[in-house]
């Protein structure tokens, strides 16, 4: 037995609503980073889903571009998470506001 | 020899350009002598163009040279031309003369001055643009030349403008020529418009005299008065002639020179020159001798109630202008030009000779702390009585000839004016004598300390050989000046000489006619009338005597008064409202509305920076949201 798409494209509309709400209402950014990468990884399960409903491989390719970019975001967020812990002593992001207007 | 005239011109130029690169090197005295030699020489070549004048036919008196063309536009064509006739020519001559015999006098009396040059390097320019002003063959050349001696004029003025007073008459005299400048300029824009032409009688069509069929009535009475308003302003005319008399802050040289001699007649020239397009329209003729009339009897008046010898004087000169205005208004250009030429001579001897006096007291210019002069400055007192003697008219010094003729004239035409033209000459002969007596006369009153204070001068003392030379020629001028136009026959030259320019005068002259000789003993008995009782009057040591000086005199008649008053008072206003309401509020009210705004939007707008990146996410977000609902909206609806 097979699923059809729309559970697919259900599973990754929850995965990304998960991962939306927990970055919103977190503070910690490791934990935030996590919820990026929930939301990615739906927008993955989603590419992959319609690449085998409409038979185009394309959509798998890209895929493979959005776990590079993710890799590559991954290693320069925890670099400025490192850096920013070894100075504030911190990983909340609401003590991140220096930036406030 | 007469196309040497340009020489005339770069003479000065010279001068001026050489003292104005080294004159502060070479310092006192030699940048003196280097301006007087350049005025010097410019006289000789004066001469010589004059010889070679003379030596042409009487029809043929008209040398014109255009040495290139300044600008062409259109129908309009500047040339940087000179014309040489026996009127510029007139004017060249004595320009040169009493500039060079002032410049003289200058190296002694401004000996030691801190600015020494740079007074040789604005009388130098100053020469150059009065020449440039005579000689010029079109209105606008001689317009550049009007606002050269202007603006040299304002130069000398504020030439000590370290004081207040002297900045201000500076400033005055600017903003009072301006007025006439602008009436100069409408004159040209009329005249060409009509004519299509600047230029005086040369050129194509033969310039402007030879077009006056364009002029015609109504256009040639305009022309007339708003030559009549440059004039006014030029020549310190009734209504602005205020600005004269404070002129005189100047160093004395200046006043003998610019605001006596040569640059207020440049008014008086101006009218004399454009006497065909005058002879047009005998309402503007009529209003010049009223206006000259009414400027030389307003002038004495007030000059019989001034303290100060220098302003006696400059009222003095706004008067006799006043004398040459009424000869120009009765057609009798010659008597103008007559009397010119001697004013030249014995007003600028006058102001030399005051020169002296407060030279010799220690820059005291008050009348009322002089006297006895006489016995100190010998040469001094002779040659300034023989110009006094001469601008009240005694028989036989060079005045009484010159005002003679602008009084027979005036009667010819306008016998009201004559009346007080000739009232007018009572008063001359009283306010100069009253000066005489005062300065010279009696006993001494700089030796004690003054009613206010002021301090006791030394024992005064004749002026260095430099001063008395000037003084002295002047003097012989003033005594035999006039044998340039006595009224027999064959002895009125400058007449036969001016004729060819002035081809509508209606200058009469000659001891013909009893009536002649009746006007002629008339203009004596002024003189003296008015010389008698201000000696009886001003003899003895009481030297107040309030009566004879109202308020209403010494304060110009209110006229400086009336004009803040009307004038003045409302422009500070307006000036003020311009500045704390338009410029305060409106403008300067749009501009700092406009940094209110930003800065207003700006705090309002930087509440959404929070610095936390949920709320950042959160709007990013909703926007999604947003964008979906959209997209969802389209699909399901649409």
Known sequence: MSLSGAWYLGLAAIVFIIGAIGLLVRRNVL??????????????????????????????????????????????????????FRRRATTVADDLDALKG | MVHVAYLMLLLPLAGFLVLLTVGRRVGDPIAGWIGTAAVGGSFVVACIVFAGLLGLPADQRLVVHNYYTWFASGGLSVPVGTQVDPLSMTMCLFITGVSALIHLYSI????????????????????????????????????????????????????????????SAGKKAMIYNRIGDAGFLLAIFLIFFK??????????????????????????????????????????QIPL???????MEGPTPVSALIHAATMVTAGVYLLCRMNPVLHLTAHGMTVIAVIGTATAFVAATIACAQQDIKRVLAFS?????????????SGAYT???FLMVMHAFFKALLFLGAGSVIHGLEDEQDLKRMGALRRYMRWTTVTFSIGWLAIIGIPPLSGFWA??????????????????????????????????????????????????????????????????????????????????????????????????????????????TTRQWVLGLADAVAAVVGAVFAVILWRGAAVDKPAWEPAFLQRVWYWDDAYDLVIGRPSQR?????????????????????????????????????????????????????????????????
């Open chain 2, 335 to 337: 008597a103008a030009i």
């Open chain 1, 31 to 84: 934990i935030m980073f996590m919820c990026i990468e929930l939301m990615l990884n739906a927008a993955n399960l989603t590419f992959v889903t319609f690449s085998r409903m409409l038979g185009d491989i394309g959509g798998q390719a890209v895929v493979f571009f959005v776990l590079v970019v993710a890799a590559a975001e991954v290693v320069v967020g925890l670099g400025i998470v490192v850096t920013n």
């Open chain 2, 241 to 247: 002639f205020n600005w004269l008399p404070d002129a």
């Open chain 2, 195 to 236: 004519t299509g032409t600047v230029s005086y009688e040369s050129g194509p069509g033969g310039g402007i005299f030879g077009q006056l069929s364009h002029l015609g009535g109504g256009t040639a009475t305009v022309v007339v008065l708003l030559l009549l308003l440059a004039a006014a302003g030029k020549s310190a």
């Open chain 2, 108 to 167: 002694g009396y401004m000996k030691a001055d801190r600015d020494y040059s740079k007074f040789f390097v604005y009388m130098n320019l100053f020469v150059f643009s009065m020449l440039l002003l005579v000689l010029a063959n079109n209105l606008v050349l001689t317009f550049v030349g009007w606002e050269g001696v202007g603006v040299c004029s304002y130069f000398l003025i504020a030439f000590w403008f370290e004081r207040d007073t002297a900045a």
């Open chain 2, 403 to 512: 005002k003679g003729d602008v009084l027979d004239n005036a009667f010819a035409h306008y016998p009201g004016l004559w009346v007080v033209a000739l009232l007018t000459a009572v008063l001359t002969a009283y306010y100069m004598s009253r000066l005489e007596v005062l300065t010279f006369g009696d006993e001494p009153r700089w030796d004690t300390v003054g009613p206010h204070g002021e301090p006791a001068h030394h024992t005064p003392h004749e002026a260095p050989l430099i001063m008395l030379v000037p003084l002295v020629v002047l003097a012989v001028l003033s005594l035999f000046g006039e044998v340039i136009n006595l009224p027999w026959a064959h002895t009125h030259s400058l007449n036969s000489f001016l004729a060819p320019v002035f081809s509508a005068d209606q200058y009469v002259d000659g001891l013909t």
């Open chain 2, 574 to 638: 307006l000036a003020a409202f311009c500045a704390w309401v338009i410029d305060g509020r409106i403008i300067d009210g749009a501009v700092n509305g406009v940094a209110h705004l930003a800065k207003v939007t700006g705090t309002a707008a930087r509440r959404l920076q929070t610095g936390y990146a949920r709320n950042y996410a959160l709007g990013i977000a909703l926007g999604m949201a947003l964008l979906v609902a959209f997209m969802l909206s389209r699909t399901w609806w649409g």
């Open chain 2, 317 to 329: 000169t706004v008067s006799q202008i006043g004398y040459m205005m009424l000869a120009v208004g």
